[in-house]
C-alpha cells in the first residue's frame, strides 16, 4: 500500500475555500463592472443612437425615458440649495462696487467701426446697419459702471422669420426712411436704458452713412449725485445713393438737410 | 479656448462666493454662426469637441451647476451675409464632436432654423439638437407672437416626442416686433401653442431673460427663475 499524501487537515479545509472565494470575488467584479443595460422590460433599447431609429415605438419611448430622467428646474434647485455652501475662496470679501468717477477715457473715445468685409456688420443683431461709429461711453446708476455707446444707421430690413419662410425677405419702405439708433453692447448695466434710442429720418433717402459725431464738452462729474446728462451728440450723415448730406441732433430730436453736392 | 473657460469659472466662483446669491444654474455659451465654415465643414466637429472638452472643465461649486449653451439657428439674414446659413448637418457634426468630451446638458436657446431655412435644416435635425441627442435639451426663443415663434416649435414637437426646458425671452426688450414678449408671456406663448395642439405641460419652468434685461433696469436674478 503506497503511502498517501496526507495533507494536514487545515490544508484540505482552505484550499476548496480559496476556489470558492476567487469565483465568487470573479462573480462580484463582473455584477459591479458589467455596462448597465438600457434594455428596458418592453425590449427597447436606448443606450445607442435611438435618436436615428426610423422605428417610431423607440424614439418614442427613448425620449420618454429621457424625459422621466431629467430633473424639473424645481427639484434642481432644490437638489442644490440642500447641499452644503462652500466658499471658493476662503478670503472672499464682498465689496461694494464704487462709482468710476470722474469718466474713464474708454467712454471718450469717437470714431467709426469698421465691418468685417466677410462677415459684414455685427453682433447679428445690427442687421441692415448701413454705418456704425462709437460715441463714447455712458454710465450706469450711481456711475458704477461705464458702457460704450453705439450710434448706427439701418435700413428698413424686414426679418423674413415675421413674415413667415414662404414670404422671401423683402425691403419694405423703410429702407427709403433710415433709421439711426443707438446701441450698448456689452450688456450695459442698470439705468442704461435711457440711452437706447431710435430715430427714424423723416425724408426718404435710401440708405445713409454716418460721416461725423461730435459733441459738446461735457462737464468734469466726480460727484455721483450728479446726474449724467441726456444725449447731446451731433450725428453728420451722408445718403448712399443721392450723395443728400444732413445732420441729426439727438438734444432736440432735429434733422437738417442740405443740398445734394453736385457731382 | 482657455482664456473663455476662466472668464466662465472666475465669473461662477464670483456668483458662489457671495453667500447671499442664490443656487443657480449657469452656462456657458456659444452659438451657431461661423461664416468662413461650409455646412460640410470638419471644423463643426472639431469646434464641438473643443467646446464639450472646455465645458467638462469648468468645475461646479455647491451654489453653481455648470450647463453649456448654444444658440443654434440658421442665422439666414441675406441682407448682412449674403448667401451664408449655417445648415443641420453641421450642427449635428458639432454634436458629434460635443458628446464624447462631456456629460454636461447643452441647451439650444436659438429659434426654429427649420422654420427659417427648412431647405437646410431638415425637420429631423432640429429636433436631434434640441432634444433628441445625448445631453441635447432647449429653451427656444420666443420674442414674439407669430408663426415664425411658438407655433414653429409645435411642428418639432408633433414630429416627435420632445420637452422643452423653458423659453428664451428677450423680456419687453428691443426686437423685430416691439415691444418684444416679456418673459412671461414668452413662456405662456409656447405652453399655449403646445396645448393647443395637444402637447399639455410639456413647457417646463424656466425662462431666460436676454441682455435686452438690463435695459429694463431688472435685476440680473431674473435670469434662469423658475416660473
Known sequence: ?263 | MAWAQNIAQAYIDGYNDNSAHPFAAIAMGTNSSNYPWACIDGQWNTSGAFWGYTINHLISRSRVNIKSANDIESFYDPSQFGTWRTCGGALLSWFDGYTPQTSVPNYDFGDNPHSDVPGDWSIDQTWQVAWGRPGAFNMPEIYCNGSGWALSWVTIRAYKYMLFEGVTSLNGGPADCNPSLTWQASWNSLDQALSNAGYPGYVQSYAIVFRENYYLDRPLRSMLQPK
Open chain 1, 1 to 263: 500500500m503506497k503511502n498517501r499524501i496526507k495533507y494536514p487537515r487545515n490544508r484540505r479545509v482552505w484550499l476548496p475555500l480559496v476556489g470558492v472565494l476567487i469565483v465568487t470575488s470573479t462573480l462580484v467584479i463582473i455584477a459591479l463592472t458589467r455596462p448597465i443595460s438600457n434594455i428596458r422590460a418592453d425590449g427597447v433599447d436606448c443606450s445607442g443612437a435611438w435618436y436615428n431609429s426610423p422605428d417610431p415605438v423607440v424614439v418614442e419611448t427613448c425620449s420618454r425615458q429621457k424625459a422621466a430622467n431629467t430633473l424639473s428646474p424645481a427639484d434642481e434647485m432644490a437638489t442644490g440649495t440642500a447641499q452644503p455652501y462652500v466658499r471658493t475662496d476662503p478670503n472672499f470679501v464682498l465689496q461694494t462696487p464704487q462709482p468710476m468717477l470722474p469718466m474713464p477715457d474708454y467712454a471718450k473715445q469717437v470714431g467709426e467701426m469698421k465691418f468685417d468685409p466677410y462677415n459684414g456688420a455685427w453682433p447679428s443683431h445690427w442687421r441692415g446697419v448701413t454705418s456704425a461709429w462709437v460715441d463714447g461711453g455712458v454710465p450706469s446708476t450711481g456711475y458704477i459702471d461705464w458702457s460704450k455707446l453705439y450710434v448706427v444707421a439701418r435700413t428698413g430690413y424686414q426679418n423674413p422669420k415675421d413674415i413667415g419662410p414662404e414670404v422671401p425677405p423683402t425691403r419694405t419702405n423703410g429702407e427709403l426712411y433710415p433709421r439711426i439708433n443707438t446701441d450698448i453692447l456689452d450688456g450695459g448695466g442698470p439705468g442704461m436704458g435711457r440711452f437706447i434710442k431710435d430715430w427714424t429720418c423723416p425724408q426718404p433717402i435710401g440708405d445713409i452713412v454716418i460721416t461725423n459725431i461730435t459733441n459738446p464738452p461735457l462737464p468734469t462729474i466726480t460727484n455721483p449725485n450728479v446726474p449724467y446728462p441726456e444725449l447731446q451728440s451731433v450725428i453728420y450723415f451722408k445718403a448712399k445713393e443721392s450723395e443728400q448730406i444732413g445732420t441729426f441732433d439727438m438734444a432736440t430730436e432735429i434733422w437738417t438737410f442740405e443740398p445734394a453736392p453736385k457731382k
